[in-house]
């Protein structure tokens, strides 16, 4: 997309915040989905509620340097959750200093009055690939994100469906284990207790894998000792992955979508995620509605965060994978 002549400006353009807890990421986007501008901080999500916005806004003003900037019309933020996008606060799970934090007002003041959507990061994975991969095309979806937690959003008849306080979808939070173990959510046994990167790397570890010369601990690890055939890694995704298919068999049989898109960091595992999933799957979706769920990769990879949080910004449903048009 061209910047307009007569005026200077990029249409479509939008301000874009992607926020979990490892990474605060954030974008200018255009309005066919290209990112014109970008910068990012770590989360300090041990440190307090004013640190961690003091990055949010590190982010913005690097942002704001650009050129662009002027012309970004308004701003959508995917959160980690839950948040509450009726009254524009957040309280992450794995971002404890942020419970009920007013991150629109904050965002809005900082971004000089611009209209600011908040959405789940799960949500705005969904209106990614709804709009730009894949389930674009689909008029009923589930889409994952499984990364340092476990979010989800839907799409139903063919439109974004993020519920009241945006966070239908959510399925980290349905619990598959009824005697498991206790969740920071306050639940028992959930999906994101047993499926997340830290606790399949945590698992791994209690059940004896070691990492290699590098000391490196982490779900990426894991999945190349995984890939290398360990029976303690291949184990511990075994087990994510089966906690997977109960959220997302369970999910599918409650609204009857047709295809599952998974991504996050996690996802990047590939088919020791994903065999083990597929697998699994046929398991636990066995009524005749269900039964033929398909399960994919999603497509809008490291980018989905902040290409949903702009479609957000921009009206949150899709049309045959158009740009996103109604208000969410």
């Not at 957040?90 to 009920?100: E, I, K």
């Not at 945006?166 to 980290?172: E, F, I, K």
């Not at 969740?183 to 894998?209: D, F, M, Q, T």
């Amino acid at each position: 997309m061209r910047t307009d002549p007569a005026t200077g400006l990029v249409p479509g353009l939008v301000v874009a915040l992607d926020i979990g807890g490892t990474k605060i990421a954030g974008a200018l986007v255009d309005g066919e989905g290209r990112l014109r501008a970008r910068a990012r901080r770590p989360t300090p999500a041990r440190e307090d509620g004013e640190t961690v916005m003091r990055a949010v806004e590190a982010v913005l003003g690097e942002l704001a340097a650009s050129p662009l900037w002027a012309g970004a019309g308004a701003v959508g933020i995917g959160s980690a959750g839950p948040v509450d996008a009726a009254r524009g606060t957040v309280s992450p799970v794995n971002v404890p200093g942020w419970r009920d934090f007013p991150l629109v007002e904050r965002v809005r003041h900082v971004t000089g009055g611009r209209p600011v959507t908040l959405v789940g990061d799960g949500v705005a994975m969904a209106a990614a690939e709804h709009w730009l991969g894949a389930a674009r095309g689909h008029d009923n979806a589930l889409c994952l994100v499984v990364s340092t937690g476990v979010g989800g959003g839907l799409v139903l008849d063919g439109r974004l469906h993020p519920g009241p306080t945006g966070n239908a979808g959510h399925l980290g939070h349905i619990s598959v284990d009824l005697d498991g173990d206790p969740c920071p959510c306050g639940g028992r046994g959930c999906v994101e207790r047993l499926a997340s990167g830290p606790y399949i790397a945590r698992r791994a570890l209690e059940n004896g894998w070691r990492p290699g010369r590098d000391g490196d601990a982490s779900a990426a690890a894991v999945a190349v000792a995984a890939h290398a055939g360990d029976p303690v890694a291949v184990a511990s995704f075994e087990r994510a992955a089966q906690a997977l298919a109960a959220g997302i068999a369970a999910t599918a049989t409650l609204v009857e979508v047709d295809v599952a898109v998974v991504g996050g960091g996690v996802a990047g595992a590939g088919e020791v995620l994903f065999g083990p999933l597929r697998r699994s799957l046929g398991t636990y979706a066995t009524l005749s509605f269900v039964r033929d769920l398909t399960v994919v990769p999603a497509e809008t990879g490291t980018d989905a965060g902040l290409l949903g949080a702009a479609a957000a910004a921009a009206g949150c449903a899709g049309n045959g994978g158009a740009r996103p048009r109604r208000a969410c």
